[in-house]
């Protein structure tokens, strides 16, 4: 699956795919592109389950990031497929964006197991409750780490003063 | 009967205190779980509150102190997009040969240590007697060993002078020299073979089906490599190919000797990177733009997001930036280093295998992490603790016995 039927099938699903590109190379001279997504909550499993069904291998997932923007927060899930051969490799974003006030997404664990780790991480430091995730413990901040304080999200709930939030702190 | 036997978190030579717990029926490893939350430094929460874009280049070279060209890397890559930086050629050429310089040294680094973990301290000493050469070219290039600042938006802060070359042309005679010693000692010992083979498999599906990168994930055949198939700087000139064990053995097992023949077969490779980067060294400025409160001025001005990933020596590594106009540092940061990827590997290759194999299994993938200190062994609702010499010298015992 070359990057026009990727986006041909996504079309299809009617989705709108957009292709960022940048040039590299000296001698030779390469297109890197990287093709964004956006998806609603709800298809969010059957688009990434079309993307596993397609690819020739099982896609690479990279990570998910996170940006809280205002009365949403947005969630990007990077996968990369066609990795093997020379300048076919394809970079897909697939982005959700969710409500503040009904922040769930569900977990892709059952059709993508790489997916664990990014979404305990989502789930610590943004708060976004991942519906289905077998394991709900903490990823990287500590067990001690305060409930409702959540460093990346750019509101009430974001950390004032890190060194204080940890029990014993003094002054 | 289960034992729990707990591993970590913390060691004093460890960058990344992490934590295994290990469920063991007699010898045998029956369950893993890695406990990833026993620090936490906040980078990416620094760079995304108190830092400007410049200061956290130099944040993100502290990421890790191994890999301190390319977190750098792919920050400026993902940067770079979103504003529409220029890089000078020359620039991207010397962009290349740190990151092939960054990778001999790491690749010898991890000999170094895989080595001592099954105790042959020997091969150790003369790894890394080795490696000081690429270390003593890392210092006379960049002044630094390590945190050697050399990223910068736009270019590299340092040029690779003409006295510069020739004594890094002998350093490539030095390494296709050594060679094939190395790959001699390494491959065709019989402890070291008795020790890795067949040891902490990793196959193909379940290195794809948990997003493994880097040599772990190309050793079990998954030819994936960032320079290979999304080439960035100037590596669409160097035709760079992933590099698989069965190019050496002529078959993929996915164990960790063959992990051990990857990292071999990419010191090589690296070594002719470099070579014909400086055959072909254009000439020029290394830096778009030197006024760096100008290149500030127009992050500060750009919107948008992008994606740099760049071909760590663990494997890739990915930064996601996002920026926002008017916004001083970055909107959105997030940084994921080869190792995250990679320790979900741990569970298929440790399982069944034994306590006195998790130092070179968990070794194998080159985490960032590398010898255990602590072990503390409930027994019966009792602690007894394991100290990393005890560990050390239970698969020296293993060694041992195997030989005999």
């Known amino acids: 699956m070359n990057t026009d039927e990727l986006v041909e099938m996504l079309k299809e699903k009617g989705l709108e795919v957009k292709i960022q590109s940048k040039m590299a190379g000296v001698k030779k001279k390469v297109e890197r592109k990287s093709l964004w997504v956006d998806v609603e909550r709800d298809r969010l499993k059957e688009i990434v389950g079309l993307l596993v069904e397609n690819a020739e291998e099982f896609p690479h997932f990279c990570v998910a990031s996170t940006s809280d923007i205002g009365d949403k927060v947005e969630i990007n899930y990077h996968f990369t497929i066609n990795f093997g051969y020379q300048l076919e490799e394809i970079q897909i974003t697939f982005r959700v964006t969710i409500p503040k006030n009904d922040l769930w997404v569900p977990t892709l664990t059952d059709i993508v197991p790489a997916t664990i780790f990014s979404e305990r991480e989502l789930r610590e430091m943004t708060g976004i409750e991942i519906e289905g995730l077998p394991d709900k413990r903490h990823l990287f901040l500590t067990k001690d780490f305060p409930d409702g304080v959540y460093p990346w999200r750019r509101d009430e709930t974001a950390p004032k003063d890190l060194n204080k939030l940890y029990e014993g702190w003094k002054e | ?404």
Request: a neutral charge.
């Open chain 2, 1 to 404: 009967m289960k034992y729990e036997v707990p591993i970590g978190p913390i060691h004093p030579a460890l960058k990344e205190p992490i934590m295994l717990r290990f469920s063991l029926e007699g010898e045998e490893i029956v369950d893993v779980d890695v406990i990833a939350s026993q620090n936490h430094r906040g980078v990416e929460w620094i760079g995304m509150n108190r830092n400007n874009p410049v200061q956290s280049i130099y944040l993100a070279e502290r990421i890790c102190g191994i890999c301190n060209f390319c977190h750098p890397a792919c920050l400026v890559l993902a940067v770079e997009e979103i504003v529409d930086i220029e890089v000078p050629e020359r620039a991207e050429y010397i962009r290349v040969i740190q990151s092939e310089l960054e990778r001999i040294h790491s690749h010898l680094l991890w000999a170094g240590v895989a080595a001592h973990e099954l105790g042959f301290d020997t091969l150790l000493h003369y790894t890394w007697m080795i490696r000081e050469k690429v270390m003593d070219i890392l210092e006379v290039v960049n002044g630094n060993r390590v945190t050697k600042a050399i990223m910068m938006y736009g270019g590299v802060r340092r040029d690779i002078k003409e006295e510069h070359i020739p004594k890094i042309r002998e350093m490539i005679e030095y390494y296709k020299k050594l060679f094939n010693k190395v790959a001699k000692l390494f491959l065709e010992d019989k402890t070291i073979k008795m020790r890795t083979r067949e040891i902490g498999i990793l196959r193909k599906e379940d290195a794809l089906k948990l997003g493994t990168v880097g040599p772990t994930t190309r050793a079990s055949g998954v030819k994936k490599d960032v320079r290979q198939d999304t080439p960035y700087f100037a590596y669409p000139d160097f035709d760079v190919e992933a590099m698989t064990p069965d190019i050496i053995t002529g078959e993929t097992i996915g164990d960790t000797y063959d992990r051990i023949v990857v990292r071999l077969l990419e010191v090589k490779q690296s070594v002719e990177i470099i070579e014909s980067a400086l055959d072909e060294l254009p000439p020029g400025d290394i830096i778009s733009e030197e006024k760096v409160a100008k290149i500030l001025s127009r992050i500060k001005k750009a919107e948008g997001e992008a994606i740099g990933r760049h071909e760590a020596p663990r494997g890739e590594d990915i930064h996601y930036v996002k920026l926002k106009e008017g916004f001083e540092s970055f909107y959105t940061w997030k940084v994921r280093a080869p190792t995250y990827s990679n320790i979900m590997s741990w569970k298929p290759m440790l399982m069944h295998h034994q306590i006195a194999d998790i130092p070179i299994v968990a070794a194998s993938i080159d985490p960032c992490l590398s010898c255990t200190n602590r072990v503390v062994v409930v027994k019966n609702g009792k602690e007894r603790m394991l100290t990393g010499e005890d560990l050390h010298r239970l698969s020296i015992q293993k060694t041992r016995r195997l030989k005999k």
